[in-house]
């Protein structure tokens, strides 16, 4: 495993990622409003999680990032944004605030918004279908994508949690609703950096099961940051959970409960991936990514 400076990493390929998605939007649309609503949401920020931890993935084999597979990887985020412009609407969580910035439908209305997240779910599967990865790559990255983001993966995930509302789900149910509606996001980045470098299947089931892991983590980390975190440095309204009267693990655990389980999950993800290490004593992209996650302001404010 080379060693690699992640901050480095983290920087020259969020880059990478935000031209190759501009790139692709401002070639495609053929429509002036519609390309700068779409451009509006994939310039709003973030910090293009998923992308990154597809590329890390790929890095931590050894293997040359390629153009084709930044493709992928902005293919991802590109399906990220689109679901949150329709996660910010009236319909959903009515939302006014994202990264910092009104949300989409209060800046181009609510017919635009919901457009403009149509097109990027589209153009993301456009994308990939023009990436110069080999046909049997293009197709199972499409596949994955999709099934990790449609009517079994993020979409049903949604649909459960609004369902959800009001109601005091058991901790079993509550995992299995964010198991999809962040956790398939969350984990397909790793699913497919094993897959695009043709990892055996033994490696890409246990990268799965980490990336899983690591999207359990995930939103137990957003529901710490709900309570303990502010508007300021989240850059999106926080306690609309007890607002909406939703069952997050915080609910259910205590904040404490939640920050170990937190804790646990995310060194669990960090052990398993010491096993695929060839280097003792260098921290990859991805250790390090991961490690930044584990990173929130709860410590002063338990």
């Not at 890095?59 to 084709?68: C, S």
């Not at 990220?80 to 009515?94: E, G, K, N, Q, R």
């Not at 997050?248 to 991936?273: M, Q």
Request: charged letters at 25%; one cysteine or more; a negative charge.
């Amino acid at each position: 495993m080379k060693t690699v400076n992640s901050t480095e990493f983290m920087t020259a390929y969020r880059n990478r990622v935000d031209e190759t998605m501009s790139q692709h939007i401002q070639s495609v649309t053929s429509e002036p409003s519609l390309k700068e609503a779409m451009m509006y949401s994939v310039s709003a920020g973030g910090k293009r999680i998923r992308p990154l931890l597809l590329l890390a993935t790929v890095a931590f084999f050894d293997e040359e990032i390629t153009q084709a597979q930044v493709d992928v990887a902005a293919a991802i985020e590109m399906v990220h944004t689109y679901s949150l412009i329709h996660d910010d609407l009236p319909a959903m969580d009515d939302d006014d605030l994202r990264r910092g910035k009104p949300t989409n439908h209060k800046v181009y209305g609510e017919a635009l918004a919901i457009l403009a997240g149509d097109a990027l779910l589209t153009e993301a599967f456009h994308l990939i279908g023009c990436s110069a990865l080999p046909a049997d790559l293009r197709v199972e990255a499409m596949t994955q994508l999709a099934w990790s983001s449609g009517a079994n993966g993020m979409v049903a995930g949604q649909v459960a949690d609004m369902e959800g509302e009001q109601q005091q789900l058991p901790l079993e149910q509550l995992s299995a609703v964010h198991q999809r509606k962040t956790g398939r996001l969350l984990a397909l980045p790793l699913t497919l950096g094993a897959m695009l470098t043709q990892q055996p299947f033994e490696t890409v089931s246990r990268f799965t099961e980490m990336g899983n892991q690591l999207g359990l983590a995930f939103q137990i980390r957003d529901d710490i940051l709900d309570v303990v975190g502010s508007t300021d440095e989240l850059g999106k309204q926080t306690g609309v959970d007890a607002e909406r009267e939703k069952s997050t693990y915080t609910s259910l655990l205590g904040l404490d409960e939640a920050i170990n389980v937190f804790e646990r999950t995310i060194s669990s993800v960090l052990n398993d991936l010491q096993r695929y290490r060839k280097m003792e004593g260098s921290i990859s992209a991805l250790e390090a990514i991961i490690q930044g996650l584990a990173e929130i302001p709860v410590e002063r404010k338990r």
